[in-house]
Structure formats: structure tokens, C-alpha cells
């Protein structure tokens, strides 16, 4: 660290309130997810708040509708929000292939870890374009276990990573779908898709990844789906165990782990006339 | 193309120069491969002069020792440096794990896919680090084949490119160097190391690299190990041939290709004074 600092010329204090700002997951994903003032925004697939709790106080000028099928987790979310002092969020219960609203009411939409659990992502998506005004908005944000690698390699870990991808396929949901937002952008014909992949790089000079990202979130959720894994005959215990292990060993100061989360971005234009949205 | 004009508001043209720039692959790779004016670099394994064409013009204010073992690829790339009409490079046969130079005679060391062909990258990194001053840099750019993703996902086309993986590990290389840099670095004891992963993410809206990068540098090495890799047996002809048709199809409008590369930086500092550089 003193190196680092040295070399930049920031104070320490300094050096840390930046690592701070880079180091957060939130930080990689939702540092561009802004809405123009005055938009009314529909979250897709909300959960219990846990993207809401991080959107809308970075877009205090807009107006956030978030929906999820299920009430349980609404309830959730909303008791999120109202703790946080958020007021810029309405909760509704909602269905994303059959959504209650007219067509173009929404200046933007938003969809975040949704996606790969659906089995007709592109339906889903369909849906969603109709409720977006002309010249608005749709933003899509997934991961893609199939894009983790990460030193020392190691083929339980591998092993271990593919129980959570086959029980997501089981559920008819695709755990690599980060690298299809391009295609699915495309095949429902909005105009200026871009998708930028996020690329979360951990290595020992990054402690707030090693312990917030490796550990905490990835090792984890995999660790989570061993016991119906191993029931469900897709591995072994002991891969899966050592799997594990060596997934928590990349968290190591000589260790490295490598994820990258995609966002996608397009804007729902009328066939007949590009610059039709001003 | 015109819908990404229209919104950012460049004229067609601009919007091209702009996409020139950042769509190469030399731009992801060597934009900040840049030197101190007056810095003495010696660039480690120039084999025939493909990157020594991009950097040495880049730093026309330094001047460049670049070395090889081979005087065949010397002589290849001393005919295309002056064929380029390049003033500030130098050429020396040498051995990286012996270098001809004595302790702390360069300002900045430089080494561009070399390591991932070493038996002892570490060894190799030690020598270089000997013959940089106090207070000097040292930089690696390596690739990382092992990165690499795709869609549409194919088995194939994994174990196409396995076949390279396989036939550089018999040569005692390492084809998935790129994510161990940081430990490398960490391990010879150099100071401020950091590393920046550089992934080539391509989509049809980037077709110069569709062409560039996916067609005619990543499918095409890996097509020119099948005779040897079959040869081998490490893979099947039918297997190779519809491994080979994957990865071409990736560049379809609806496909997506993925890899990274890695470019490590790190400081040679006297290790009982750390301010000691200046």
C-alpha cells in the first residue's frame, strides 16, 4: 500500500477513500446506471431491494416502480427501502411476461440478475420493450459463471462452479447468460445496443475484493448449492469439499480470481424513423 | 452505426476515426505503454519486431535495446524497423536468463508474450530485474488462453483451443500465463505492482475486431496447431475441424467472443528505502 500511495502522491487516507469507490461491486456495476431527471423507471424482477437499495438513491430525480412476481420477497424489499429513508420507490406485484401496464408508459427499464433465471429471457424481454416509451431506455445487467477463471487453477473448483450452472439449467434458467445480452438486445430490435462487459479482477492488492468478492459473495453461493449437488448425484462430496478449498485458495496473497458481469444498453426506437425520440 | 452517431452526436466520420482507435487491439494493449523521456528500455524477447513497430514510435523521446535469442527473427525485425524508417531501436542477440548487461543499466524493462514460453518465467523476471536501476519499471504484457469465452458456447472449440494449451505446456510453456503475472511480479519482490486485465470483448458492433481479432488473430493460431495437435492425438481431425467452425462462427452478427490479456507494472525499489527512486 505505502507504495502505492508514494507513487500517486496521495495521502493514505486519500488512497483508501479511492479504493473504496473501486473496490465495491456496486461500484463496477452501477457507477453508470443513471436516469435522465424526471424518469419513471421500471425495475424488473426486484427482489428484495437489493439492487433497488443502491439505484434509486443514485437517481433521486426519478421515480422507481419495481416489481417481482413473488409477495414474500416485496414484502422484504419493501421494509428495505423504508428503513433506508428511500422515497423515490413504489413496490407492485407483477408477472414479467404479462406486465399490468400500458404500452409505453415507462421512460426506462431496468432488469439486474433476472434474466438467468428465466426460461424465455427473450419473451421477457419483449414484454418489457412494449411498456418502454419510444426513445426510452432498457438497460440489462447479468453475470456469467462461465466466464470465471482464477490461479492456482483447479479442476474441483471447475467441478464445483458447473453444480451451480446445472441446477440453474435444471430450473430452466442459464447461469452464462451475461455473454448473450448482446444477441437478446439484438433480436428484439432496439437500436444502439452496446453491451460493456464488467470484469471484476481480484488479486491481494485489491483486500476488499479478495474478502467482499472471492469469499463472501462467489465462494459462497457456490458453497450454498453443495448439498443438493451431491444429492442430486451431479458431484462427489470430497470434489465438491475440495473444490470449495481451492475456490477459498485463489483468496490467498498470491492468489488471483477473475468474474465478469455484463451490462447491456439500448434504446427502443420506432422502425420508420431512427431520431424519432426527441 | 447510425443510431450510436445519432446519440453521441459525432458525425459519421468521427464516429469512425474514434472506433479505429479503441478497436484495435495495439490500442487495448499499448496505450499506456508509454516511458519516461530520456528512458534507456530494454525490451526482452522482441522475437521478430511485432511489438518493438507499435512502442518505439509511441516513445520516440526514448531509446530501445531490444533483444532475442534468435538472430534469425533478429534480422527480420532489424529489416522491419528500418523499413519503417525507426530511429530510436537498437538490436542485440542475448539470453533472457543471462543478459549481456551489467547490474541496474536500464530505466525500464519491457517483456511482450515471452514468459508465457518460458520454463522459468520467475528466473527470467529475477535477470531482468537485476539490470533495471533503483527506482526503474518493469512491465509484462502475456495473453491468457485459458480466458477465453464465447457464444454460441461450444465443447469443440474448447478443446481446439485446449490442443494449444497442451502443445505449449510440452514445450514447457504456459499458455495460461496471464493471471499469474501478479504473482509473478509479487514473487521477485518489486514494488507498486499492479495488474490490468485488458479483455478483447467483441460483438458485431465491433467489426474490425470481429475480423481483426477473432478471424485473424485468435481462430488462426489456433487452426495452425491441428495438424501438429492432431498428429499428436491430442484431438480427433472431426473434433479439430468443428472446434475450428465454432470459433469462426462466434463472429457471426449474433456471436460474442471473449478473451484477456494481462499487462503487469512494477517498481524496483531498494527494499530499506522505499522513497528511494527519487
Do not use: W
Given at each position: 500500500?505505502?507504495?502505492?500511495?508514494?507513487?500517486?502522491?496521495y495521502?493514505n487516507?486519500?488512497?483508501?477513500r479511492?479504493?473504496?469507490?473501486a473496490e465495491?461491486l456496486?461500484?463496477?456495476?452501477?457507477?453508470?446506471?443513471?436516469f435522465?431527471?424526471?424518469?419513471?423507471?421500471?425495475e424488473?424482477?426486484?427482489g428484495?431491494?437489493?439492487?433497488?437499495?443502491?439505484?434509486?438513491?443514485?437517481?433521486?430525480?426519478?421515480?422507481?416502480?419495481s416489481?417481482?412476481?413473488?409477495?414474500?420477497?416485496?414484502r422484504?424489499?419493501?421494509?428495505?427501502?423504508?428503513s433506508?429513508?428511500?422515497?423515490n420507490?413504489e413496490f407492485?406485484?407483477?408477472?414479467?411476461?404479462?406486465?399490468p401496464?400500458t404500452?409505453?408508459?415507462?421512460?426506462s427499464?431496468?432488469?439486474c440478475f433476472?434474466?438467468?433465471?428465466?426460461?424465455?429471457?427473450?419473451a421477457?424481454?419483449?414484454?418489457l420493450?412494449?411498456?418502454?416509451?419510444?426513445?426510452?431506455?432498457?438497460?440489462?445487467?447479468?453475470?456469467?459463471h462461465?466466464?470465471?477463471?482464477?490461479?492456482?487453477?483447479s479442476?474441483?473448483?471447475?467441478?464445483a462452479?458447473?453444480?451451480?450452472?446445472?441446477?440453474?439449467?435444471q430450473?430452466?434458467g442459464?447461469?452464462?447468460?451475461?455473454?448473450?445480452?448482446y444477441?437478446?438486445f439484438?433480436?428484439?430490435?432496439?437500436?444502439?445496443?452496446?453491451v460493456?462487459?464488467?470484469?471484476?479482477?481480484?488479486?491481494?492488492s485489491k483486500?476488499?475484493?479478495?474478502?467482499?468478492?472471492i469469499?463472501k459473495?462467489?465462494?459462497?453461493?457456490?458453497?450454498g448449492?453443495?448439498?443438493?449437488?451431491?444429492?442430486?448425484?451431479?458431484?462427489?462430496?470430497?470434489?465438491?469439499?475440495q473444490?470449495i478449498?481451492?475456490?477459498?485458495?485463489?483468496a490467498?496473497?498470491?492468489?488471483?480470481?477473475?468474474y465478469?458481469?455484463?451490462k447491456?444498453?439500448?434504446i427502443?426506437?420506432?422502425?420508420?424513423?431512427?431520431?424519432?425520440k426527441?
Open positions: 500500500m505505502e507504495h502505492t500511495n508514494y507513487v500517486h502522491g495521502s487516507r486519500e488512497a483508501m479511492l479504493l473504496d469507490q465495491t456496486d461500484e463496477i456495476i452501477h457507477h453508470d446506471t443513471v435522465s431527471k424526471g424518469s419513471l423507471v421500471l424488473a424482477g426486484c428484495v431491494g437489493a439492487q433497488t437499495k443502491i439505484i434509486a438513491p443514485k437517481n433521486p430525480e426519478s421515480n422507481f416502480l416489481i417481482d412476481l413473488s409477495e414474500t420477497s416485496l422484504e424489499a419493501r421494509e428495505l427501502i423504508q433506508l429513508h428511500i422515497t420507490v407492485r406485484q407483477a408477472d414479467i411476461y404479462h406486465l401496464f404500452d409505453e408508459t415507462f421512460d427499464v431496468l432488469i433476472v434474466l438467468e433465471h428465466l426460461q424465455n429471457p427473450k421477457a424481454l419483449r414484454e420493450k412494449r411498456v418502454v416509451k419510444q426513445g426510452g431506455t432498457m438497460m440489462a445487467i447479468e453475470g456469467d462461465g466466464s470465471t477463471f482464477f490461479f492456482p487453477d479442476t474441483s473448483a471447475h467441478s462452479i458447473d453444480c451451480q450452472i446445472q441446477l440453474q439449467k430450473n430452466g442459464n447461469s452464462n447468460i451475461g455473454r448473450e445480452l444477441p437478446l439484438k433480436s428484439i430490435d432496439l437500436a444502439s445496443v452496446s460493456s462487459p464488467r470484469m471484476v479482477y481480484v488479486d491481494a483486500p476488499r475484493l479478495v474478502e467482499g468478492f469469499k459473495t462467489f465462494t459462497a453461493m457456490i458453497e448449492v453443495g448439498e443438493k449437488a451431491i444429492q442430486q448425484g451431479i458431484i462427489d462430496g470430497a470434489t465438491f469439499e473444490g478449498n481451492d475456490l477459498y485458495r485463489t490467498e496473497p498470491d492468489g488471483v480470481f477473475s465478469t458481469f455484463f447491456a444498453f439500448g427502443k426506437e420506432n422502425a420508420t424513423s431512427p431520431g424519432g426527441e
